[in-house]
């Protein structure tokens, strides 16, 4: 008895015998092969997903209907931006995707009601689209997780912002704890993945070894019920121990959470924004 | 002290050794956004001219980041072997590069002078050398490790196989295993980067590549690439480690970004060691590194970061490590904007980290916000791999859907192999031949009723 061969007579692509495992991972396994090279559907394949990647880098965060998702759901928010005024500059100037433009300082001071335990940073990163889709339903699961007797700041939008803008921002506000929810750079398989970064004690200078991260928060990832109730975990202990980073080791699954959580090496905190 | 180069009527000047070896350096996004980059081609071949001029013994009298208040430079100066320097002490930075290039210089007069060079000395030559230059001189360095098998050998190419998955789920990452595996790949490290930093699901991780490993006997070592500390916790509780992985950088106050010290990375070795579990050899340290993490961290001190990086190969060579990669494009084109500046980077840091006697290889790779495709790592992937690269990634289809990142394939690895003969490190390459995944040396056509097939296809987790 044997198996019919994986390559018919004829066939110029060799197909692998274990393509049943694809159900197991989104990885491109059992790509099968022409000679030691891939088949011709592969290539192209990569090639358009390379495309759209390449595109989600460059699509504009809408602002207002950002703004006006977030007042449906009652949030209060308000919109800043970064001192890179465009795409090219954010992206070969991440300093200035760091920083709070000055003109919005006013604006952020003028929002502060004293101190506050929790603020909310919402960017656009490297895709915009990964924030306009999960950002408000993130908050929303997130909302009820949260303890009543936290003063939440207003959540702020800001265009062209990297991670360590919310530094500025918690600072500025004078929160205890910050989370910045940031679009990160596209993967082939994933446009639309948010990143998660908690930093204790927020002002200009902290190190991403002092972050956490809870990455690739998506519907096809780590889904957003999950991804709020690790936000939620980790803002409770960062307040709790007073730190976030090396310090802080992810044990929410300990907590009768799915075993998923942020990196916390402060490179991957760095390249991923 | 101050460096000058005239020009016809023009007297280019350079603050210090520091000044001059970013002035000299090929052009790239992240020297310019720390604003230490040339100011004009005609400038940066004056800083070229200049530093060819300069004795290399300069680069021992004049540190670049002071000795006193950084470990990484107390490390390079108080390491430096005198005595292998003694070869070429009296070249200036241009005849170096001559000297490398004879062919009188053999691989063994090459690994006598490695102790002998400074990461600066290996820098400031780079900026000298055209790219083939770099091939040239690194298929002329051999540095070998081992732990459960050999690499570095001459004419071989050892691949990691990067089984990552997004949500670190056991069965998505053995499928991952099984495909590199049948694709001939892993003979480097089977090497997960977690998402999670959860000691349970580390533990999980480092529990199923030991009884995969051992189950089919693989000659090969694993590694979950998370921080060091957790690492070391994890093996005080018993986990079996091969390697211990950390991110360096090359300067105290890079590493100290990283949340490590090199006090801290003495440790992690020692906790490696004291479990014995290598078995041809004691090369117990897997390090990653990559040009910009020094700026990305604010911690650069005024020094390009092609220098930068070359210090963390010092780092690095000081604890005997099995495996070591930069991680060239991942970083972003702010800091290489494209396919030329990753190529140029990932030729200068494979060259900087075998001129020193570190086992280099390269995770030939780039961003969807970079402006580089997959012809050009064709390119660099073949460069390399003409340079005597100790070792790539194999990601499957080059598409890392954890991390984000596109870098070569099984498929790519093969391709290399094909077109420039190279084999796999000798215990693996046995192993696929008594496994029937290869026929001398080339992967057969596998079926659904071979044995390794079926036996890896039994014992993906439940």
Redesign the interface.
């Known amino acids: 008895m044997?198996?019919?061969?994986?390559?018919p007579p004829g066939a110029v692509v060799?197909a692998?015998?274990?393509a049943e495992?694809?159900r197991?991972?989104?990885?491109?396994?059992?790509?099968g092969?022409a000679?030691?090279?891939?088949p011709t559907a592969?290539v192209l394949g990569?090639?358009l997903?390379?495309a759209q990647?390449?595109d989600?880098?460059q699509t504009p965060l809408d602002v207002p209907r950002l703004l006006a998702a977030l007042a449906a759901s009652h949030w209060p928010a308000l919109a800043l931006a970064s001192r890179a005024p465009d795409r090219p500059t954010y992206?070969?100037?991440?300093?200035l995707g760091r920083q709070l433009d000055p003109a919005d300082l006013p604006l952020l001071t003028g929002a502060a009601r004293g101190p506050c335990d929790v603020a909310l940073v919402l960017a656009d990163g490297?895709s915009a689209l990964a924030v306009q889709a999960h950002a408000v339903p993130l908050l929303d699961a997130l909302r009820g997780l949260l303890d009543p007797a936290w003063r939440i700041a207003p959540v702020c939008v800001v265009r062209q912002g990297r991670v360590a803008i919310g530094d500025d921002i918690g600072a500025a506000l004078r929160a205890r704890v910050v989370a910045v929810l940031i679009g990160?750079?596209?993967?082939?398989?994933?446009p639309d993945?948010l990143g998660v970064y908690v930093t204790y004690a927020p002002r200009v200078g902290r190190?991403?070894?002092e972050r956490n991260c809870i990455?690739?928060v998506r519907p096809a990832?780590?889904p957003l019920a999950d991804g709020a109730r690790k936000l939620a975990w980790h803002l409770r202990e960062a307040l709790r121990l007073q730190l976030t980073?090396?310090g802080l080791?992810?044990?929410?699954?300990?907590a009768a959470l799915?075993?998923?959580?942020?990196?916390?090496?402060?490179?991957?905190g760095?390249?991923?924004d | 002290m101050r460096y000058r180069h005239t020009v016809g009527a023009t007297v280019h000047a350079f603050a210090d050794l520091k000044d001059l070896l970013a002035k000299a350096s090929p052009a790239r996004?992240g020297d310019?956004?720390a604003g230490l980059a040339a100011r004009s081609a005609v400038e940066r071949s004056a800083a070229r001219l200049c530093l060819a001029e300069l004795p290399l013994a300069t680069f021992l009298r004049e540190a670049l980041v002071p000795y006193e208040s950084d470990e990484v430079t107390r490390l390079i100066v108080d390491g430096h072997d005198a005595s292998a320097f003694a070869a070429i002490a009296h070249l200036t930075v241009g005849d170096f590069r001559n000297w490398l290039l004879l062919d009188t210089t053999t691989p063994a007069m090459l690994a006598a002078i490695a102790p002998g060079v400074t990461p600066e000395m290996a820098a400031a030559v780079s900026k000298l050398m055209r790219n083939q230059d770099l091939v040239l001189v690194a298929r002329k360095c051999r540095v070998v490790t081992r732990f459960r098998n050999t690499i570095g050998l001459p004419g071989r190419l050892s691949v990691r196989l990067q089984?990552?998955?997004?949500?670190?789920?056991p069965?998505?990452?053995?499928?991952?295993i099984?495909?590199g595996l049948?694709y001939g790949a892993g003979d480097a490290v089977i090497g997960i980067?977690?998402?999670?930093?959860?000691?349970?699901?580390l533990l999980?991780l480092w529990l199923m590549l030991d009884e995969l490993i051992a189950r089919f006997e693989v000659p090969t070592q694993s590694c979950v690439l998370?921080?060091v500390?957790?690492q070391i916790a994890a093996i005080e509780r018993g986990a079996p480690i091969d390697l211990v992985f950390q991110?360096i950088g090359g300067t105290e106050d890079t590493n100290?970004?990283?949340?490590i010290s090199l006090a801290l990375l003495a440790e992690a070795r020692a906790a490696a060691l004291s479990l014995k579990r290598g078995t041809l050899g004691d090369n117990v340290m897997y390090f990653?590194t990559g040009q910009g993490?020094a700026l990305?961290?604010n911690a650069h001190h005024g020094v390009d970061q092609q220098t930068c990086e070359a210090r963390a190969y010092a780092v690095a060579r000081a604890y005997s490590p099995l495996l070591v990669n930069t991680v060239v494009g991942?970083?972003?084109?702010?800091y290489l904007?494209d396919g030329k500046q990753i190529i140029r980077a990932g030729l200068e840091d494979h060259f900087c980290g075998k001129l020193m006697g570190v086992p280099l290889g390269c995770d030939v790779c780039y961003?969807?916000?970079a402006e580089a495709?997959?012809d050009d790592m064709d390119t660099l992937l073949t460069m390399l791999g003409a340079a005597g690269v100790t070792y790539i990634m194999g990601?499957?289809?080059?598409?890392?859907?954890?991390?984000?990142?596109?870098s070569t394939?099984f498929?790519d690895a093969?391709?290399l192999?094909?077109v420039l003969g190279l084999r796999h490190a000798p215990e693996f390459e046995a192993w696929l031949e008594r496994m029937q995944v290869t026929r001398d040396g080339r992967?057969r056509?596998?079926?659904?009723?071979?044995a390794l097939?079926r036996g890896?296809?039994a014992v993906?987790p439940a």
């Open positions: 044997s198996t019919p061969p994986e390559r060799h692998d015998p274990w495992l694809r197991h991972t989104p990885a491109r396994i059992a790509l092969r000679g030691a090279s891939l592969e990569f090639g997903a390379h990647a390449r989600a880098v992206l070969l100037r991440p300093d490297l990160e750079r596209p993967g082939l398989s994933s993945s190190s991403d070894a990455s690739n990832g780590l980073g090396v080791k992810d044990e929410s699954d300990i799915p075993a998923v959580g942020p990196p916390g090496t402060a490179l991957e760095e390249r991923r | 996004s310019m956004l089984p990552n998955h997004p949500t670190d789920d069965k998505g990452v053995a499928a991952s099984l495909d049948l980067n977690p998402v999670s930093d959860s000691p349970q699901t999980d998370t921080h500390t957790s991110s100290r970004s990283f949340g990653e993490s990305s961290a991942f970083i972003g084109p702010e904007y961003t969807n916000h495709d997959q990601v499957p289809g080059a598409d890392d859907v954890m991390l984000n990142y596109q394939s498929h093969l391709y192999r094909e992967l056509e596998l079926d659904a009723d071979h097939v890896l296809l993906q």
